[in-house]
């Protein structure tokens, strides 16, 4: 529930672990993915109002912000217990569930510089890009689908 920075000294033999943030949180390492713009990930530290959000560096300073993205959209009617994140060109892709569903059953498309999020009933269990391909595994059998 906390974003940390890591700092080694020039021998590497001693460390600093510090806290840089507090109530950010993913509930799967899956769920976050790296982008031009920082770590974008959804934001599940308060669950009752999940939050798509990125981790960037400020330009002015040495710090990590954490920023919220497209707050418009009603992220909490969506499950991410077991979301999977990808991008694919302009989009971030986010595999997650309905609420009360048992698999991933919806693909939320966002584009983060439009601001939209479209949703979609294309839920994956994982998702891999191939030479400007983008392959999705099948949450019911875990085969590519």
């Not at 966002?110 to 979609?120: R, S, Y």
């Amino acid at each position: 529930q906390s974003a940390y920075q890591h700092k080694y000294t020039d021998d590497d033999k001693t460390f600093n672990n510090q806290v840089v943030r507090r109530n950010i949180g993913i509930l799967t390492r899956r769920s976050a993915v790296a982008t031009g713009r920082g770590v974008v990930f959804i934001n599940t530290a308060n669950p009752d109002r999940p939050q798509m959000t990125v981790l960037e560096k400020n330009p002015l300073g040495d710090d990590i912000l954490a920023t919220e993205l497209i707050p418009h959209f009603a992220w909490e009617q969506f499950d991410y217990s077991d979301a999977f994140m990808e991008t694919y060109g302009q989009f971030v892709l986010i595999s997650c569930r309905e609420k009360g569903s048992i698999v991933n059953d919806r693909m939320l498309i966002v584009d983060i510089t439009k601001q939209t999020v479209d949703i979609t009933n294309y839920g994956m269990k994982s998702l891999s890009k191939d030479g400007g391909v983008l392959y999705g595994g099948s949450p019911h059998t875990g085969f590519p689908g």
